[in-house]
């Protein structure tokens, strides 16, 4: 079964640090890069970060320095350490294979940042 979970989403002050975790079914994560995607309230759902196979690493330039996305290929699990949070990282964030695929989008977690 195709199954992407996402979770660790919550309640932020800005400058405070939530970390998002992703466990992923074998057929999606196995030897495949993979993605956090966020989507804020009115606009279009945008990329994060990715993470390859071996391990480089991608951010957009929105969280480059604050944001760090990893990967445990033991667990199938796919984290984002978000640091140093600002208001407009307030989100659902989502994570999918990089590039994405239709099918494979979960509930995803909401982020808010927010004093």
């Known amino acids: 079964q195709v199954q992407l979970v996402e979770s660790g989403g919550g309640l932020a002050q800005p400058g405070g640090s939530l970390r998002l975790s992703c466990a992923a079914s074998g057929s999606i994560f196995s030897r495949n890069a993979m993605g956090w995607y966020r989507q804020a309230p009115g606009k279009q759902r945008e990329l994060v970060a990715y993470?390859?196979?071996?391990?480089?690493?991608n951010y957009a330039a929105s969280v480059k320095g604050r944001f760090t996305i990893s990967r445990d290929n033991a667990k199938n699990t796919v984290y984002l350490q978000m640091n140093s949070l600002k208001p407009e990282d307030t989100a659902v964030y989502y994570c999918?294979?990089?590039?994405?695929?239709?099918?494979?989008w979960g509930q995803g977690t909401q982020v808010t940042v927010s004093s």
């Open positions: 999918n294979r990089w590039p994405y695929r239709e099918d494979y």
């Open positions: 993470i390859l196979w071996g391990g480089s690493t």
